[in-house]
């Protein structure tokens, strides 16, 4: 079942007479003859949980957005799409922009917000333009602007480029930028929902949450949310990469099987040339890998599925999480010493430097996974670099330090052995060769 | 503030009344020195000061009295507002400890221990932290953060190695001067403290950026290397000034005055902002009305060997010896660096052997 992608394939959807014409705009039609409070109630009754990472409830969310009187209120879409392995955002903004203005629309009447914001990652270049046109279009035909419909309801929404910086998808960073500030997160509380843009209360949702929102008023949410398992309501977009047959975006149930996802044909088509499967990273870089005897059950013996309850395994150990959807698969050719540390290199340049152990222990983390890497490390080190994690987690200001120790504390846990490896056989993993090593070495070595 | 609820709140066993709205750390300072968390970024006197540095983790092991689970992360203390009967764990618990020396670890990896050649040495917090919280050795092996000289106009100077990132002095520049020239430049460990395009900081309030720096990032170009803190005798003294309160400390030795900063508290925070004209300029003895030594409440190396409290001798050495002493040596000829003619104070930079050139 598909409920944002259906018609993503048919001619012209990006723009309005062909969105329009195969039932576009109906939910805004729908949701401005309701109040806004019933609007709240109907999110909240689907059970739709962020899709940004967090899988936090997304009517609870706005039910906490303060209302002072004479304030005004701003609802920001993320749509920084910036975490590696993630990229399904992208696809539906390139190819179904409309169904995130029609999003928008209701969402910022639901929360009074008159001025609404895209905040878009710099690289993104060209899907700027494919959403101002979308606005401009449904401000032609009365969708946005004044008095939206004859309801009485104005609204704008401005597309924002950021510069293109990570930490600029965390919600109260992103809120500096838009400010025109240095991309630093806030420290919390205040939290966004009482003091966000302009100091006014602000509602932070990512572009596939504020997408939901259009099958959630079109079928109505307690219809929505029968759709799913458990606390996982609806479907999900999820961007699969690396190695399998048909890497892409796809729409999934939550029913549906870690084990069909990756194999079965109508998915992801399995892993090329017949290799096996070694690990997973299931929702993004910063969630924690899992091996493959992991990723297809949980710790009581089921068969693992693609939903939030699933993958995070309820909370045991050897859990992960679905995450923004990002979902990375690695054949057994693949180096998972390699692959953390490439990651970690990542974490290490995006870190905004404002925390102590996120400034210093990412570089520092790189560096031993570096010299681990190429054969240069020491057994101590593999411990040190646990300790270096440890510390940094919990104690940042922001989920980026966590972001940055969780693929490495996974990685030790669940592949110490190939660390191990890496110390014990210096010669030979100075000659192994990985698919991207070329390219990574040619990065990191100018640092 | 009468109508203010109190709260109750618990730090190490230690239990105070704090209004509503008090941070842990505030709390805990008003329980006592003995119980409140180090803190390297926070500054009650700047406005969103705090947060950042992560010396100041505590353990929340009661929540409140309506709602008494404990919080699952350490809170950074300075920005971390107290609940009614929330229970506090600092020195006391094992997993702030564990954090801290975490955090002390961290910033010493880019933050050189050279206090024997570092101006800010005996009045900088890392050193403290680092002398309770650190090991001898480091168990970091990579090369470490280098920058490019910067210099801050004529009368402060930058060290950007030694920069903790902090951001006091920025919010200094932002919230005092009301004219920001300098800030954060870059992200992650390439951060770094920089001026807009090399501008110099000339605003009147600027110096205040060196009394706030916790390290010896910034530093007063009138001073340093001067003198060793400790060598040198705190005094309260005041003068008539049209820009700030006027009220400084004098750090004498003699008669001559070597520097002049605002007052600190006990927490090492100033009291009242001074102007560039008192701190810079005002380096004669005759400038000030002194009121008297000034006690340093701190618990580091500035306050040891000071007088306050010291009962003078009435006797002199001539009354125990019953004679004049005969003087072997006048230490003023002898040494070329002890000369009267020359005020060291005065001179411009540090000292080196050819400010003592007989010939000059
Ligand atoms: C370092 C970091 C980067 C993030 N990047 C994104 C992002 O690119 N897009 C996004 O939607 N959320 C991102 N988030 C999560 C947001 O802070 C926020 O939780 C989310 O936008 C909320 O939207 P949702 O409730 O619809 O999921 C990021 C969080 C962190 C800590
Ligand atoms: S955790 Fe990292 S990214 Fe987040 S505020 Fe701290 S330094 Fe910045
Ligand atoms: S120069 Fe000093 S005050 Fe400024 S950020 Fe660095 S350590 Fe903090
Ligand atoms: S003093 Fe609290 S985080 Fe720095």
């Known amino acids: 079942m598909k409920l944002l992608l259906e018609n993503a394939h048919i001619e012209g959807i990006r723009f309005f007479e062909a969105y329009r014409k195969h039932g576009g705009y109906r939910s805004v ?103 101002e046109q979308a606005i401009q279009e449904a401000k032609n035909n009365g969708f946005l602007g004044k008095n939206i419909l004859g309801s009485g309801f104005d609204c704008e929404i401005y597309v924002h480029r950021g510069a293109g910086a990570y930490i600029c998808g965390e919600e109260t960073a992103l809120i500096e930028s838009l400010e025109g500030k240095r991309g630093n997160p806030r420290i919390k509380p205040p939290f966004p929902a009482v003091q966000g843009v302009w100091m006014r209360p602000t509602v932070v949702n990512n572009v596939e949450t504020l997408a939901a929102i259009v099958p959630i008023i079109n079928m109505g949410g307690e219809e929505y949310g029968k759709i799913g398992v458990g606390k996982s309501t609806g479907t999900k977009l999820i961007s ?35 290799k096996k499967l070694k690990a997973c990273i299931p929702g993004g870089s910063s969630v924690p890998i899992l091996p493959a005897n992991l990723l297809l059950t949980t710790a009581k013996g089921e068969k693992r599925l693609m939903n939030y309850e699933s993958l995070s395994d309820g909370g045991f150990q050897t859990g992960s999480m679905l995450g923004s959807g990002g979902f990375i698969v690695l054949d057994e050719d693949q180096c998972v010493v390699k692959h953390t540390m490439t990651l970690a290199h990542f974490y290490m340049h995006e870190s905004c430097g404002q925390c102590s152990p996120c400034r210093e222990g990412t570089g520092w983390m790189w560096r031993i996974l570096k010299n681990i890497e190429q054969g240069k490390g020491k057994m101590e080190d593999i411990d040190l670099l646990w300790d270096v994690q440890r510390r940094i987690e919990g104690n940042t200001i922001c989920p980026l330090g966590d972001a940055a120790a969780w693929p490495v504390a996974a990685a030790i846990r669940h592949f110490r052995d190939e660390f191990e490896w890496h110390v014990l056989n210096p010669e030979e993993a100075q000659v192994r060769n990985f698919g991207l090593a070329h390219y990574a070495d040619e990065l990191l070595i100018q640092n | 503030m009468s109508d203010q609820p109190l709260f109750k709140v618990t730090i190490d066993n230690v239990t105070v009344e704090v209004p509503a709205g008090t941070t842990i750390l505030q709390a805990a300072r008003q329980a006592g020195p003995e119980v409140a968390p180090p803190a390297m970024c926070y500054y009650s006197k700047l406005e969103g000061s705090g947060g ?15 709602d008494p689970r404990p919080m699952p992360k350490l809170v950074a203390s300075c920005r971390t507002t107290v609940m009614d009967g929330m229970e506090v764990k600092n020195y006391t618990s094992e997993r702030v400890l564990d954090a801290r020396a975490g955090v002390v670890e961290f910033l010493l990896i880019n933050h050189p221990l050279d206090c024997p050649i570092c101006d800010q040495a005996g009045e ?116 008539d000034c049209e820009k700030c309160c006027g009220k400084v400390t004098l750090w004498n030795r003699g008669d001559e005055v ?103």
């Open chain 2, 124 to 239: 900088c917090h890392l050193q403290d932290l680092a002398y309770e919280h650190g090991k001898a050795g480091t168990r970091y092996e990579f090369q470490r953060r280098t920058f490019e000289k910067h210099t801050l106009g004529d009368k402060i100077q930058l060290h950007m190695t030694r920069c903790i990132l902090c951001y006091r002095c920025v919010m200094v520049a932002d919230q005092l001067t009301k004219k920001r020239e300098h800030g954060v430049l870059d992200r992650g460990e390439h951060a770094e403290i920089t001026s807009y395009l090399e501008k110099n900081l000339d605003n009147e309030f600027i110096g205040n950026v060196i009394d706030v720096c916790p390290v010896g990032a910034l530093t007063d170009k009138t001073f340093r290397f001067k003198n060793r803190v400790w060598f040198l005798k705190p005094l309260n003294a005041h003068r």
């Open chain 2, 258 to 360: 070597f520097r002049v900063t605002a007052r600190k508290d006990q927490w090492g925070e100033v009291e009242d902002w001074i102007c560039n004209d008192c701190r810079f300029d005002k380096k004669k003895t005759s400038d000030w009305v002194i009121e008297g030594p000034r006690e340093i409440a701190r618990h580091s190396v500035i306050s040891a060997n000071k007088y306050i409290g010291l009962k003078k001798p009435t006797e002199t050495i001539d009354e125990v010896i019953g004679k004049k002493p005969r003087l072997f040596m006048d230490i003023n000829k002898v040494s070329g660096v002890n000369r009267k003619d020359i005020d060291l104070s005065l001179i411009e930079g540090p000292a080196h052997s050819i400010d003592f050139d007989k010939d000059k």
């Open chain 1, 240 to 274: 699969a990469c690396g190695n399998l047959n048909k890497p892409g975006v796809y729409e999934i149930p939550f029913d549906l099987s870690v084990e069909d996802f990756i194999y079965s044909d109508e998915w992801c088509g399995g892993i090329p040339k017949g």
């Open chain 1, 29 to 131: 039609e729908k949701a401005l003859k309701m109040s806004p409070a019933e609007i709240v109630e109907e999110v909240k009754k689907s059970g739709l949980r962020g899709r940004g990472g967090a899988g936090f409830p997304t009517g609870l969310k706005w039910s906490f957005l303060a209302k002072p009187e004479g304030i005004p209120r701003h609802l920001v879409c993320n749509a920084d799409e910036s975490e590696p392995g993630t990229f399904k955002d992208r696809y539906l903004m390139e190819f179904l922009p409309h169904l995130l203005i029609e999003g928008l629309i209701t969402s910022s009447y639901a929360l009074g917000s008159n001025a609404t914001y895209i905040y878009i990652r710099g690289e993104y270049a060209w899907i700027p333009d494919i959403l």
């Open chain 2, 52 to 66: 950042k540095c992560r010396t100041c983790l505590v353990e929340v092991s009661k929540g409140s009295e309506k």
